[in-house]
């Protein structure tokens, strides 16, 4: 079955600053790979997601690459916000089910 | 409409109860999930319909019994808990495209369930 890494657990940033999330994934047959926020006592929400056939997607300060060759993509977020403090899960999905990361805890500190 | 309504929002109950999680939706998705979280971790599958048929089941305790009754209705029946049981219940469904059940998962709020 499809196994999904996530790095790191835990990321600080200052208000301002990038963020970068990674994940590989085991499964060559994945071809979706949804990347969800959740906050603290709410639903996982889509923020951005990516198909096989691309290797990159933006959605304003929002960015998202995926390498098959290597099986890694990674989440970009640049101009960081306090709001933008949530945990962070990328996800691999195939045929019939998707799989999540570990997730990764991100702050932004004003 | 793209909400998933799960009720109850809170349940509290003894291991020797039984008791059903409801998730609801009205997107035509014909793909519905349970997903289980623990605290501090990542949402773990549990179960799979497609088209009201069960298609994937990853070990999990005949406790749990789910139930698809129609393609816009997803239970979840619990007998005998045990306390490690105690976690947010998520219900999520999404389309079944061309390649297959690849495509947005819209999640639900959760039951958060505690097993005294």
């Known amino acids: 079955g499809e196994n999904v890494e996530q790095h790191p657990s835990t990321l600080s940033v200052q208000e301002g600053d990038s963020a970068v999330i990674k994940c590989t994934y085991s499964d060559s047959a994945s071809n979706y790979f949804p990347w969800y926020k959740q906050e603290l006592g709410k639903r996982p929400q889509l923020i951005i997601d990516?198909?096989?056939?691309?290797g990159e997607k933006k959605d304003q300060r929002i960015a998202v690459t995926l390498n098959k060759t290597a099986k890694h993509f990674s989440l970009h977020i640049t101009e960081t916000q306090p709001e933008d403090s949530a945990v962070y899960f990328c996800?691999?999905?195939?045929?019939?089910?998707?799989?999540f990361g570990a997730g990764t805890r991100l702050t932004v500190k004003p | 409409d793209t909400e998933v309504t799960q009720t109850p929002k809170h349940l509290v109950m003894g291991m020797t109860n039984k008791k059903s999680l409801k998730c609801e939706q009205h997107m035509g998705h014909r793909a519905m999930y349970w997903y289980k979280q623990k605290a501090k971790k990542p949402p773990e599958l549990m179960f799979v319909y497609s088209y009201e048929k069960l298609s994937i089941n990853e070990s999990v305790p005949s406790r749990f019994s789910p139930e698809c009754p129609n393609s816009s209705l997803l239970n979840l029946h619990l007998h005998a808990l045990q306390p490690e049981d105690s976690a947010l219940y998520l219900c999520?469904?999404?389309?079944?495209?061309?390649?297959?059940?690849?495509?947005?998962?819209?999640f639900g709020q959760g039951t958060r369930l505690t097993v005294v």
């Open positions: 996800a691999a999905s195939s045929l019939e089910y998707m799989r």
């Open positions: 999520a469904s999404s389309q079944v495209g061309p390649g297959g059940m690849n495509t947005e998962a819209f």
């Open positions: 990516i198909r096989s056939n691309v």
